[in-house]
């Protein structure tokens, strides 16, 4: 039997016959083998050429697939995209692994630390537990951990330019959208923060107001000036979805899907996609009302369906 790690203030736990972690420990062996194998000498010259650069973009359209198969409530789709979204980690760590920075055990081992370390209330420290009575006081305790952390690794990140933020954890290389939540809601913590919605509300019609301004100040647009204000003016409505306690992400891939179901209903009664261009502006909102009136809900977004007021996305709506 392997050596069962003992955690930090913990007892070893023994894995018992049908645990999850001993049905799962062959597998995941074997997937690390064969990732090893494809990027070693003789093997796949495609995942031998790969790079950290190269494989980024697929992890993000592989997290996409994630999301896409709980909204469908596909289980047979969702565990293969979880597998395909394990491989980038397992691609990840190989790649760091043959470049002398850490391996998949390293991965693994950070994650079990990590997850015992912010937990107090389930892992005594110093034989006391935390309270944590609810969730809210599980974040504020999680939060005030991670700052803890962020502290003790200061000295590490010498190379950095600038005064360190409370927002640099918050990467810039993740979708927009996510990341002007995450920034909203950071700064929240310390009170920078409209009080409710009525504030921002109000700041949607100013921005609305700035970007009509800008968009007619010249008979050249100032490109810069109005992506500048457009910009703005998303950033407030993604700072409005979370006072509405709405996740934008969501809100707006809801509409997306909408939006493909009542565009498909117009293809259907046009007689297909290239025979929209034959109609006019008139012909084309018609077919937008009916498909509006119709029932929109086809079979590969049946779990999407959302209330009208969840997100309004579309021409009409």
């Given at each position: 039997m392997a050596e069962v790690e003992t955690l930090p203030h913990q007892h070893p736990v023994e894995p018992r016959p049908g645990d999850a972690q001993a049905k799962a420990a062959a597998p995941l062996a074997e997937a690390i083998s064969i990732?090893?194998?494809?990027?070693?000498?003789?093997?796949?010259?495609?995942?031998?050429?790969?790079?950290?650069?190269?494989?980024?973009?697929?992890?993000?359209?592989?997290?996409?697939?994630?999301?896409?198969?709980?909204?469908?409530?596909?289980?047979?789709?969702?565990?293969?995209?979880?597998?395909?979204?394990?491989?980038?980690?397992?691609?990840?760590?190989?790649?760091?692994s043959e470049g002398g920075h850490f391996d998949i055990a390293d991965v693994a081992a950070g994650l079990n630390a990590k997850l015992v370390r912010r937990h107090p209330h389930i892992f005594p420290v110093g034989g006391q537990l935390a309270q944590a009575t609810d969730a809210d006081a599980v974040l504020r305790n999680w939060e005030q951990i991670?700052?803890?952390?962020?502290?003790?690794?200061?000295?590490?990140?010498?190379?950095?330019?600038?005064?360190?933020?409370?927002?640099?954890?918050?990467p810039r290389s993740m979708p927009a959208v996510v990341e002007a939540a995450k920034l909203g809601s950071r700064a929240a913590k310390v009170g920078f923060d409209w009080p409710d919605?009525?504030?921002?509300?109000?700041?949607?019609?100013?921005?609305?107001?700035?970007l009509r301004v800008?968009?007619?100040?010249?008979?050249?647009?100032?490109r810069d000036g109005v992506e500048e204000e457009l910009g703005d003016l998303l950033f407030t409505g993604i700072n409005l979805a979370r006072h509405l306690k709405v996740d934008p992400e969501f809100a707006l891939r809801s509409a997306n899907a909408k939006f493909r179901r009542r565009f498909r209903v117009?293809?259907?009664?046009?007689?297909?996609?290239?025979?929209?261009?034959?109609?006019?502006?008139?012909?084309?909102?018609?077919?937008?009302?009916?498909?509006?009136?119709?029932?929109?809900?086809?079979?590969?977004?049946l779990a999407a369906s959302e209330p009208e007021s969840a997100a309004q996305g579309g021409q009409g709506t």
């Open positions: 990732m090893a194998r494809l990027r070693g000498p003789g093997g796949c010259p495609w995942d031998r050429e790969q790079t950290f650069d190269s494989i980024k973009r697929h992890t993000l359209e592989e997290t996409y697939e994630v999301f896409d198969a709980i909204e469908r409530r596909s289980w047979p789709d969702l565990k293969d995209e979880l597998g395909d979204l394990l491989l980038q980690v397992l691609f990840y760590a190989q790649m760091a991670k700052r803890a952390e962020k502290r003790e690794a200061a000295p590490a990140r010498q190379h950095e330019t600038g005064p360190a933020s409370g927002l640099d954890d918050i919605s009525d504030g921002l509300f109000a700041k949607l019609h100013e921005e609305i107001g700035e800008e968009v007619a100040k010249t008979d050249t647009l100032d117009m293809e259907t009664r046009a007689g297909g996609f290239e025979a929209l261009s034959s109609f006019g502006p008139e012909e084309l909102e018609a077919l937008w009302s009916q498909a509006k009136r119709e029932n929109d809900t086809g079979p590969e977004d």
